[in-house]
């Protein structure tokens, strides 16, 4: 399931396992202690405040505002194709951060930062391997999501 976001992991086991499989599903999960009721993004198999291993996952709006943002020129080995490109770290409304690239929706010209943004999942399905990550976009940015069922 790792080779979802290019990557492949040799580990044979995750206890967040579920945090991929609903990434990929077009759903953004924080894990909440059932202990404590601690929320944790990205998610965590064990609790930083209590140490508890029982969690489940709740679902984030991807509400969040930029905290900082930069324009990659010279980008790393296998990313050349696609510079410059606008990263940048949003904190989420609910709880934690992320990185991620800027969408189509907002120009490189208006970002800024404090600006309110929409985390948005997507898959690269245009490639042999599925490869997902998240793109900012303008506030009420809508995505599809898998069934539920």
Do not use: N
Request: one cysteine or more.
């Amino acid at each position: 399931m790792f080779e979802w976001f290019g990557r492949v992991s040799y580990a044979p086991h995750t206890k967040v396992a579920g945090f991929a499989r609903h990434l990929k599903d077009g759903r953004l999960m924080a894990s909440r202690c059932e202990q404590c009721g601690h929320v944790s993004f990205p998610p965590r198999a064990d609790c930083p405040q209590c140490l508890s291993d029982q969690f489940a996952f709740d679902e984030l709006s991807g509400v969040g505002t930029v905290l900082t943002y930069t324009k990659i020129d010279a980008a790393p080995a296998g990313f050349e194709e696609l510079v410059p490109f606008v990263v940048g770290v949003v904190d989420l409304t609910e709880t934690g951060r992320l990185l991620a690239w800027f969408g189509e929706s907002i120009a490189d010209e208006e970002i800024a930062i404090g600006m309110p943004v929409q985390v948005v999942p997507r898959i690269f399905e245009e490639l042999e391997q599925i490869k997902v990550y998240y793109s900012l976009e303008r506030p009420g940015t809508s995505w599809v999501k898998a069934d539920s069922s």
